[in-house]
Structures are given as C-alpha cells and as structure tokens.
C-alpha cells in the first residue's frame, strides 16, 4: 500500500513570497490533514478534511494560509505571503475516518529568509 | 496552548534495558491518547494508542499505561533496542478531533 506523498520535499524563499505544498494521501482515506511542525516543537493541526469539506480549521492563519481538497482526494496548502515565522516542517496525514490511525508523509521543510 | 506536555526533551539507555517515556495532559475531555516514533527526514509513524476507558495497552515490546486521574501517560520500551533511537511523540485527541502533539522526546538507545 502507498503511503501518503507529498511535494516538494524542500522548499527556500523569500519572504512575502508565495509558495504552495501538495499531497496525496492514501487511497480510501477520507480524512485528511495538515499541520505545522517548527523546530523543537510537536506538530500542530492547521485544518482537517473529511472528503472534500473542512471539519476544523480554528488554527489556520486565513490571512496567509489557505487549503484546498476539491475532489476529495490531493490537496494543496498555499501561504501568501510567507513570513519569516512560517519556516516548519509541514506535514500531511490521512486516516480513513475522523479518529482513525492517521498516517503522515514526509513533511515539506520550508526555509523562509 | 501547551495542552499536552513532554517535559523530557531526551532520554539515553542502555540497550536491553527499559525506556519509560513520560507524557502529561491538562485537557479533562481528551479520550484517546497516541503515541508517534519519528525518525530523521521521515514523517511520524503511529506506533501504539490506548483510549481513555482502558489503563494499559500492549504491543510487543511497547506498553502505554494511562492515569487519568493524574492526567498522565507512559510509554514503556521493553527491552530497548538501538533501532528504537528516534524522536516519540505523546497526541490526545477529543471526540476523534483536533489530535494535540507534545513537543517530543528524543530517545537514544546506547548498544
């Protein structure tokens, strides 16, 4: 079974730029999710999908950050624009329910200078 | 808001001995707890969970014990392994949303 993908691995920019992450979670999982890991720190849940509708997205920072799942199955995560705060792991997760085991990829590490 | 707490930033062992890894929560309504093993360039990978109506779980080598009265979990590591060495994070969850991650543990495993 694949695992969930994600793209780009790495990712440098300036801030006030613009930059976009893309994931594919594990086929069948209906619940997708994105978080944010900074150095040192645990990751925290940006928003959460169930197919292609958002269940939570309290702590997403909607003045830069947005997300999308249109078709219930890859999403994309966009910052606009980047700030210097914003360098982090960013990491994907699907589950196949709310509750269920989620399963993470990689991560994307972004460096914003 | 710290809602769920490793206070041990890392933890070294000698292989073959037990590695106990602490995590406390302030968070009354969580009812399922996690934990994750992370290693370097990787993503995390779900390792063993216990919900709130049970106070142990086991798995192989891996136990997680759960004091809900203290607000306090532990995972056990019996015998320890060098392959064990990675970073291990403590999650809860509420109503099977908005999983909280502690910051992590970095355990080393000493051959």
């Known amino acids: 079974e694949a695992g969930v993908a994600q793209s780009p691995r790495y990712k440098i920019i300036e801030k006030r730029q613009s930059v976009a992450f893309w994931c594919n979670p594990i086929?069948?999982?209906?619940?997708l999710y994105w978080y944010q890991q900074i150095l040192g720190q645990g990751p925290k849940l940006l928003i959460q999908?169930?197919?292609?509708?958002?269940?939570?997205d309290s702590q997403l920072p909607k003045d830069r950050f947005s997300a999308e799942r249109l078709k219930g199955v890859d999403s994309t995560l966009k910052i606009q624009p980047a700030k210097l705060e914003d360098s982090a792991v960013y990491l994907c997760?699907?589950?196949?329910?709310?509750?269920?085991?989620?399963?993470f990829g990689p991560g994307t590490r972004l460096l914003v200078l | 808001d710290q809602q769920v707490k490793q206070n041990s930033p890392s933890l070294s062992v000698q292989e073959g001995r037990i590695s106990i890894l602490n995590c406390d929560y302030t968070?009354?309504?969580?009812?399922?707890f996690l934990w994750y093993k992370k290693y370097p360039a990787e993503g995390p990978t779900f390792l063993i969970s216990i919900s709130s109506i049970k106070d142990k779980n086991e798995d192989g080598r891996f136990t997680v014990f759960l004091n809900k009265s203290a607000k306090h979990l532990s995972l056990h590591i019996v015998p320890s392994q060098p392959g064990d060495s990675a970073v291990y994070f403590c999650?809860?969850?509420?109503?099977?949303?908005?999983?909280?991650f502690g910051a992590g543990t970095r355990l080393t495993v000493k051959p």
């Open positions: 086929s069948g999982h209906a619940t």
């Open positions: 999908f169930q197919n292609n509708g958002v269940v939570d």
């Open positions: 997760a699907s589950s196949l329910a709310p509750g269920e085991t989620q399963y």
């Open positions: 968070n009354s309504m969580f009812d399922y």
């Open positions: 999650a809860a969850s509420a109503n099977n949303n908005d999983m909280r």
